[in-house]
């Protein structure tokens, strides 16, 4: 990881959840590199978990949902370091307490309110925080493999429009700095968020068998490649989506399934 220099960085991280999120997978990442961390919380109850996992960081309420707290975002950072070296944007929530339904019949407030909180939330973050930023900082964002799956509800076209947005920014930001915004488009993964979308248990499983290794996907391999994003040593890459999935994308039509499907179903 030496070779990664995050030595001296500092970065903020958004959406740790519980031990098991991305977010806490690549904070521990960047820690153990050298780099430092600042965290935001959505709610007291979500601090005191940040602050139990990671006792020698800083943390802050961001609720972004609320305007004072955006407003206040670059305040707060500021308390802590005088500048960044970019972030990871790891936020994302649908209503699914009706259960699944066709996406056709998607509730318009449950659709906007997921849009602002999972996709626009970068733009307002980015837009807070651009005067903070080195020049050469890097922002990522997770987001969904290009599965498409039906589990997903509206939440799919969401995270299509979160790394449409990634690509915006990018052109945005090339009008006054080197910033690079990137999107990683992850597989099913074993996180307590994932388990509140329906079906979800069922397309994990499944996902396995269509990895080409035949084997899950694990955060800590997304956490690293967020790493390599947020490092230096991927200056080239912007505005771009990562697929890391194992291989799954690239494996449907595994025959080992197939067979089972059809000696099944047959």
């Keep these: 990881m030496s070779s990664l220099n995050f030595k001296d960085k500092t970065y903020f991280i958004t959406g740790v959840a519980n031990k098991k999120s991305v977010a806490t997978h690549t904070a521990k990442f960047l820690l153990a590199a050298g780099a430092k961390v600042i965290f935001s919380a959505q709610n007291e109850q979500n601090k005191s978990q940040i602050d139990k996992i990671f006792p020698e960081s800083n943390s802050f309420i961001l609720d972004v949902e609320n305007a004072d707290d955006l407003g206040k975002l670059k305040e707060n950072i500021l308390k802590h370091t005088e500048s960044l070296d970019g972030f990871v944007h790891s936020i994302a929530f649908a209503n699914f307490s009706e259960g699944p339904k066709p996406f056709h019949e998607t509730n318009r407030s449950d659709f906007l309110q997921a849009a602002q909180i999972s996709s626009f939330s970068l733009v307002e973050i980015a837009n807070e925080l651009k005067d903070i930023m ?100 991927s200056s080239g890459v912007n505005a771009q989506t990562l697929i890391v999935d194992a291989g799954m994308s690239s494996n449907y039509f595994d025959q080992t399934v197939v067979k089972s499907f059809a000696q099944t179903k047959y």
């Design 134 to 233: 080195n020049k050469n900082a890097s922002v990522v964002t997770i987001s969904i493999s290009n599965t498409k799956a039906t589990s997903y509800g509206y939440l799919g076209p969401i995270k299509a429009m979160l790394d449409t947005t990634v690509c915006y920014l990018a052109k945005s930001f090339s009008e006054f700095s080197n910033i690079r915004f990137n999107s990683i488009g992850a597989g099913p993964l074993k996180t307590s968020a994932s388990a509140g979308i329906p079906d979800y248990i069922e397309n994990y499983l499944f996902s396995t068998e269509l990895t080409m290794r035949k084997e899950a996907l694990k955060t800590s391999e997304v956490a690293s490649t967020v790493g390599f994003l947020l490092s230096d040593i």
